[in-house]
């Protein structure tokens, strides 16, 4: 497991809290009982991060002026979810993907009896539970931390030994939960096919680049490749491949005897960073000087019955070079 990581603190207090959790985190789901919900690379990400088909899931709506999205836009994959009840249960899972979906939520907990929409989703699949007392399950600092929470936090930029007691780090089921979680691939797609955040003044601007529709994204993506082609076009290129159906990258472009590898990236945002998939980063790392980044940012979306894309501010670079230093995991943020 990476040295550090957050930690998701999820009390389970209200009926409403126990029936989300019984019918997702206790439930085992099949990805076919909402494979119609999802557009097609989310849906590849899920197979890929639960390859037998089943997962658990837990889920949250916005919350007062967007706290709980914020708080879980900080998690990333391999990051640790704490269910407890107070002298009951206490679960711990870690973060396979996430994704904001209000039909999924409402697929998922068709009773909730929440008023607030359950949209914001975490997919997980190795579980630990134990019937441990809460105390013997973590130091003593961070029980009494959780003894006076009632509500979902995000703790950030911690190590095991911050959490968990001695006893608990020296089990074997302990051990064997944890080395399951280093095989696991990071990388989220953190695109939302649906709903929209009342007040999101709280979530990162990657956040609010999300909180699209499958079919407005596809429009976005589809004009910048669009716009891409043009260009590689008027720069001489005579061949043009998209290859991002099947790819880790969007246009393999020839000149002569000049091969470049391009990603392209759309968004109606100034673009001050763009979100990348594991594969991709390491697809560009390798491929390098050969490379393109082909960015269009500001792009114009119009809504309604004629839905389409317009304008857009152009930027390339090539060769482009990833720099650690500018990545973070969420699938992998990188600054512009």
Same mark, same amino acid.
């Given at each position: 497991?990476?040295?550090? !990581?957050?930690? %998701? ?16 985190? $206790? ?26 088909? /089943? !997962? ?49 939520? $409402? $697929? ?17 699949? *190795? ?24 509500? !979902? ?6 190590? /095991?030994? =911050? ?12 051990? =064997? ?30 956040? #609010? ?18 716009? %891409?082609?043009?260009? !590689? #076009? ?47 980063? =390491? ?21 309604? *019955? =004629? ?27 990188? $600054?512009?």
């Amino acid at each position: 497991m990476k040295t550090r !990581f957050n930690l %998701a603190i999820v009390p389970i207090q209200t009926s409403n809290d126990e029936y989300v959790f019984d019918n997702g985190i $206790r439930a085992k789901l099949h990805i076919s009982s909402i494979e119609n919900l999802l557009f097609d690379k989310l849906l590849d990400k899920l197979k890929k991060s639960h390859p037998s088909g /089943l !997962f658990s899931v837990w889920g949250i709506g916005a919350g007062e002026k967007s706290s709980n999205a914020n708080n879980w836009n900080k998690l990333n994959s391999n990051d640790l979810l704490l269910f407890y009840k107070r002298n009951e249960y206490v679960v711990i899972t870690k973060v396979a993907q996430k994704f904001q979906s209000e039909n999924v939520g $409402r $697929r998922i907990w068709p009773n909730s009896s929440e008023s607030d929409v359950t949209q914001y989703v975490i997919t997980v699949d *190795d579980i630990l539970q134990s019937d441990l007392t809460v105390n013997k399950y973590f130091t003593k600092t961070f029980a009494n931390k959780i003894s006076g929470l009632n509500t !979902f936090e995000v703790l950030e930029n911690l190590v /095991l030994a =911050d959490i968990f007691s001695e006893s608990l780090l020296a089990s074997e089921s302990f051990h =064997d939960f944890i080395a399951r979680l280093e095989d696991i691939e990071s990388g989220f797609v953190d695109t939302v096919p649906d709903g929209e955040v009342d007040d999101d003044s709280a979530i990162s601007s990657t956040a #609010k680049s999300l909180v699209l529709s499958a079919a407005e994204r596809r429009i976005i993506e589809n004009h910048a490749v669009t716009l %891409a082609k043009e260009h !590689f #076009k008027i720069m001489g290129y005579s061949k043009i491949e998209d290859v991002g159906s099947y790819e880790s990258f969007d246009l393999k472009v020839q000149r002569d005897h000049e091969i470049l590898y391009v990603e392209v990236k759309g968004t109606t945002l100034n673009g001050d960073s763009i979100v990348l998939t594991r594969n991709e980063v =390491d697809l560009h790392l390798k491929v390098f000087p050969n490379n393109a980044l082909f960015l269009v940012t500001q792009i114009q979306l119009h809504k309604g *019955d =004629d839905l389409r894309a317009s304008g857009g501010v152009i930027q390339v670079i090539s060769p482009w070079k990833i720099l650690n230093e500018n990545l973070s995991v969420i699938a992998f943020n990188y $600054r512009m």
